[in-house]
């Protein structure tokens, strides 16, 4: 899930009628949540305080339900991100697999703490819950593709990679 | 039958359908089973994973298993242990796992000493953290005046939660995050919206939650002098629990009753106390605005009631045996008596009282149809949590008001205007909303729905099927004791014997006739002809600082009493602690303390009314007449005194019905052209409350509230006894067509909920 290129305004009809869509679409409204939640972000590259009320009220949720929703799922931003996001599994098999390693690498590079963006603007580093790549442990994934596992010089093949904005998902 | 189970070989009933913890806790066991999870109230969650017990199995093909007990349905005969290693083992390293980030504050937390998280770790032994890591910490939440935040202390029970969500069905309050970062509060900091936000610091078994009101003057819960009291600011008469050190009032806590409150207050009731600690209350008589001794005021008293030309005046806000004394005092003197201020109010007590028995609030919760008429949580918080409990169950909720109330959001809504409710509430008989169901309830917020809507609400009753039940509310706690004997008329003769200057004296009550009280508009053009008002009351008011005489009076947790509440349920309260004042030296005789010193700590506070009474009664030489009369007035309403631990007793049924007979009250006619009064109240709101200045920080803005079709900033009413000007405020969830406002001003203008009124509009420039 990388950041979109340009922000797609929350007023914008299109935007709104996909959304009001996927409302309708759903038994009940408030089961549209997570969907709803995934299109603002696409759009928007993570979820701000308008695009949260704007899902509370097209869902009939508050917005202190929605908000719950977010922070629950490691998969929803509510923070700015970088071009790219690494999220790195911090779970039992990766963490007996190295784990630590690899997230510490991939800070350091990035230069900022977990979660930030990278000086560059290229990238956010986040730990991240079991992605169910155990068998493949350490395992990340940069934006919707999951990758494992990795090991030191991966990890740098692809930092570099991201940097210089030539990688590409398989 | 008699079901019981085993716990470590003892016995413990159960009521089938309960838990083992919960069997266990009310068999007093808790010793044995540490939990947190659980609440009475709340129910099991599973979550906490310390109350392990091990079940042993009838046959020998299961082994033994541990599992949890608040999960575990009681049966028969089953058998259950912790006195084994193994269950101690667990406890032990449950809480050792609940204990990981927990800080080691206990001597600088609020909740040291009350804290179930401390309690369980003592029980269970651990002593030491294995743990070495970094812990991790948050960032508190700024919640407002009056529950404060310290995250760290969280052991995820979730307790909060279930309470704020569920129970209380609140908005602005969740659970954030997952896994290890899991938190508990707002969106963003900003005062907490339920009205009933305080349980979350009872409710919360650790120092996450503390009372933010109590932190401001706090001492150690084992410093304080507690004990059985009724909260005063309604007619639902919750049980609390005050708490004072050093003679004043710290914390009001709930006490359990199941018929009324069961484990929660409302925000009023436990935050409303620094009513007592409040600069402006009057410690001291004071005499045409000078501080004077008890004496010198009794004196001129006295001598007031000697010329024979005394009207008395009760009050719904003072508690039934302080009524019953002035009552009998003006019956020794054959002098005019009422108890409340206005013939409207009379009529609306009347009709209040001439309800059938009404629902207790555990009855309310039990409830599958309910019909709420106004804005009931603004009145009677805890009589809209019972709402909300039957709401859980599948209750059927319809709400008749003038706005779109937060009860009104979670059920169907009819937007009505005040004179419109009366009409639906006489058709409600056949209205859809109440049919198909095992229990319908009526809730009416009395003032709303006025004297001809209570009436209709009575006669709706009688054609509802036989165990349909009404209840009707107001924000006094007594206005069902100090009503009963006021009779038809009563306020009426008042005012004229003061009309035809048969009376020059006015003796009130914990009254404020020239304030905010009904009909204060009336009292004001009737005041020039009063010589002199004595007023006693615990509360400063308009009343008070015009008065000619002002006797302070113990404020509620520090004297005995009695309050009748809106079933006729009348309860007992205890004092709890005595009130120490500071007293002049002037004021006290023969005392050469200097004043340049602070004067002198009287050991104790104003005495209660019937003290000034009775003194009065001796002074007069008719102090045996009035204490028979007294008693027997008493015992009239209540043969049986009830206990303060117990849950009352009842009015008996004749007694209410001598008011079925009342007058059939007039009913008003609006036209659709007029505009019409509502009243505006808010869940923190009543006399003694407003005094309270945390709780009282978040009330909302006075104003005129109107719907936002009306371009204007602000209008000026005009009623029969003043005009009133007040700054718009747009409320969009209003009804078009109605206006509302407090009290205070329908008391300036003399009208009545209902009442057309006439306004002059400031347009926008
Ligand atoms: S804040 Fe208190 S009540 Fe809420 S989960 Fe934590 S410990 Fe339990
Ligand atoms: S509902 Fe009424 S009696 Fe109960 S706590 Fe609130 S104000 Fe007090
Ligand atoms: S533990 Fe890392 S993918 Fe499952
Ligand atoms: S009390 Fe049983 S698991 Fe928490």
Redesign the interface.
Same mark, same amino acid.
């Given at each position: 899930m990388s950041s979109p290129t340009s922000i797609v305004d929350l007023n914008d009809a299109s935007l709104l009628a996909r959304l009001q869509d996927l409302v309708a679409a759903s038994p009940v409204p408030e089961a549209a949540i997570s969907e709803v939640l995934q299109v603002l972000q696409k759009a928007r590259g993570y979820i701000d305080g308008d695009a949260l009320r704007l899902a509370a009220s097209l869902t009939g949720l @508050?917005? $202190? !339900?929605v +908000?719950?929703l977010c922070? %629950?799922? @490691?998969l929803v931003l509510r923070e700015p991100v970088g071009t790219h996001v690494l999220r790195i599994c911090d779970s039992i098999a990766c963490h007996m697999a190295g784990a630590q390693d690899i997230l510490t690498q991939a800070r350091q590079h990035s230069g900022v703490d977990l979660g930030e963006v990278s000086r560059s603007g290229k990238l956010t580093v986040i730990p991240h $819950?079991c992605i169910g790549l155990c068998d493949r442990a350490p395992a990340l994934m940069v934006d919707d593709q999951a990758l494992g596992p990795v090991d030191t010089q991966t990890l740098t093949r692809l930092l570099a990679q991201l940097e210089a904005d030539i990688w590409k998902p398989s | 039958m008699k079901h019981v189970f085993f716990l470590d070989g003892q016995e413990i009933p159960f009521i089938p359908g309960q838990n083992v913890l919960e069997a266990a806790i009310a068999a007093g066991k808790n010793q044995q089973i540490p939990y947190f999870c659980f609440h009475p109230a709340l129910g099991s969650l599973g979550a906490c994973r310390q109350c392990a017990v091990k079940m042993y199995a009838h046959d020998s093909k299961h082994p033994p298993r541990i599992t949890m007990a608040c999960l575990l349905p009681a049966s028969d005969g089953l058998q259950l242990v912790t006195l084994e290693d193994d269950v101690h083992t667990e406890h032990r390293e449950i809480i050792e796992l609940l204990m990981t980030n927990h800080p080691l504050d206990c001597p600088v937390c609020d909740e040291g000493g009350q804290c179930h998280l401390q309690d369980m770790t003592v029980q269970t032994g651990h002593s030491v953290r294995h743990y070495s890591g970094p812990k991790r910490t948050y960032r508190n939440q700024d919640l407002g005046p009056l529950v404060y935040q310290e995250m760290n202390r969280c052991i995820t029970c979730y307790r909060c939660v279930r309470f704020y969500q569920d129970a209380a069905q609140g +908005?602005? %309050? /969740?659970? %954030? /995050? @997952? !896994?290890n970062r899991v938190s508990f509060g !707002?969106?963003e900091d900003g005062p907490l919206e339920s009205p009933f936000s305080g349980n979350l610091v009872e409710v919360c078994p650790t120092g996450v939650f503390t009372d933010k009101v109590f932190r401001h003057d706090y001492v150690r819960v084992w410093d304080l002098q507690q004990g059985p009291s009724v909260c005063p600011h309604c007619a639902v008469g919750c049980n609390t629990t005050p708490g004072a050190r050093l003679g004043t009032l710290r914390r009001i806590r709930n006490r359990i009753r199941p018929e009324i409150n069961g484990h929660f207050l409302c925000d009023r009731g436990r935050y409303a106390f620094p009513y007592v600690t409040a600069n402006s209350r009057p410690l001291q008589p004071r005499l045409m605005g000078e501080t004077t001794r008890q004496d010198a005021v009794l004196r001129q008293l006295a001598s007031r009631l000697e010329e024979g030309r005394s009207g008395f005046l009760g009050s719904p806000r003072e508690d039934l045996q302080s009524n019953l004394g002035l009552f009998a005092l003006a019956d020794c003197l054959h002098a005019p008596f009422a108890a409340v201020t206005s013939s409207w109010a009379e009529a609306l007590a009347q009709q209040c009282l001439a309800l059938p028995q009404a629902p207790s609030l555990q009855e309310v919760a039990a409830a599958d149809r309910i019909v709420v008429i106004g804005d009931l949580d603004s009145i009677a918080p805890m009589a809209g949590f019972a709402v909300r409990q039957a709401l859980r169950q599948g209750a059927r909720l319809t709400v008749l008001a003038s706005s779109r109330t937060e009860l009104a959001q979670k059920g169907d809504y009819r937007p009505l205007r005040p004179s419109a409710l009366r009409d639906q509430v006489a058709q409600l008989a056949d209205d859809p909303c109440l049919q198909g169901g095992r229990f319908p309830v009526l809730l009416a917020t009395a003032e709303t729905l006025g004297p001809s809507g209570l009436y209709a609400l009575r006669k709706t009753l009688e054609k509802l099927p036989a165990n349909a039940r009404a209840g009707a509310f107001v924000n006094r706690p007594n206005l069902f004791g100090a009503a009963y004997f006021a009779a038809d008329g009563h306020t009426e003769r008042l005012q004229q014997a003061l009309r035809q200057r048969k009376i020059n004296h006015l003796l009130c009550l914990g009254a404020d006739p020239l304030g905010e009280d009904w009909g204060a508009g009336t009292w004001r053009t009737l005041a020039p002809g009063l010589d002199g008002l004595t007023l006693l009351d615990m509360v400063d008011s308009e009343t008070a600082r015009s008065a000619e005489a002002l006797i302070p009076v113990a404020a509620f947790p520090e004297r005995a009493g009695l309050f009748v509440n809106y079933e006729g349920r009348i309860q007992a309260f205890s004092p709890v602690y005595r009130r120490e004042a500071l007293v002049l030296h002037s004021a006290v005789q023969g005392s050469g303390f200097p004043e340049a010193a602070g004067g002198l700590k009287h050991p104790i506070g104003p005495p209660p009314p019937l003290f000034w009474l009775g003194r009065l009664a001796e002074m007069l030489h008719l102090h045996e007449a009035w204490q028979k009369r007294l008693d027997f007035y008493l015992h009239f309403l209540c043969p049986e005194r009830p206990d303060p631990e117990g849950p009352g007793v009842l009015l008996p049924d004749t007694i209410r019905a001598r008011f079925e007979i009342a007058a059939v009250p007039a009913t008003r006619t609006v036209t659709p052209e007029q505009w019409e009064l509502d009243i505006f109240r808010w869940y923190g709101g009543e006399t003694l409350a407003d005094t309270a200045d945390e709780l009282h920080s978040l009330a909302p803005a006075r104003g005129l509230r109107v719907h936002p079709d009306v371009q204007a900033v602000a209008a000026t009413l005009h009623g029969p006894c003043g005009d009133l000007q007040l700054p718009v405020i747009a409320c969009a969830e209003m009804v078009q067509g109605v206006i509302a406002i407090d009290q205070e001003g329908f008391a300036e203008l003399g009208l009545y909920p209902g009442d057309p009124v006439e306004v002059s509009w400031e347009q926008r420039q």
């Open positions: @508050s917005p $202190v !339900r +908000e719950e922070t %629950f799922y @490691s $819950v | +908005e602005d %309050f /969740g659970v %954030f /995050g @997952s !896994r !707002r969106l």
